[in-house]
């Protein structure tokens, strides 16, 4: 029996001089209070709201095509070929608009990558030297959907990292 304490004292001794640090980070809470991610917002906003006058504008010609069609459906003494080439005039309006709806999301999605790619860097950077100077093995993202277990020795670092950014 001693011999078996003994022998798992010896086993547990190496690794014992490989105990490691762990860290959680909230990286949600650290982008939103970075004064550049609201900065990202009001740019996104702008572009949003500048697509969606010229979208608005877009549908209102396109009601008005509809309802010009509609007086035209009514009148009897219009011809069938005008009346069907002001359906295609509508369809192909419809689509211009698709396709205008389509681009503009394609484009703010583009502009949000853009713009959130540097103050990802920033706060990845702030997150990698706090790791280092905290001699953390592992920095883990702090989302409660991903934890299923936190034990008592690991360390919440998101102060430490919105204090290295100045937030």
Known sequence: MFKKIILAV???????????????????????????????????????????????????????LYADYQTLQNDPSTPESIKERRIQDIQERAAKVDQFRNTAQQDLARLSEQLSAPIQQKMTDAIKAVGQEGGYTFVFPNEQSLILYQGADVVNITADVKAKLGI
Request: hydrophobic share 40%; net charge negative.
């Open 10 to 64: 010896l086993l547990a001794l190496p690794f014992a001089g490989f105990a490691q640090k762990f860290g959680t980070v909230n990286i949600e809470e650290i982008f939103q209070a970075m004064p550049e991610s609201a900065t990202m917002q009001s740019q996104l906003a702008d572009a949003s709201k500048r697509y969606e006058e010229e979208f608005q504008k877009l549908r209102e010609e396109l009601d008005k």
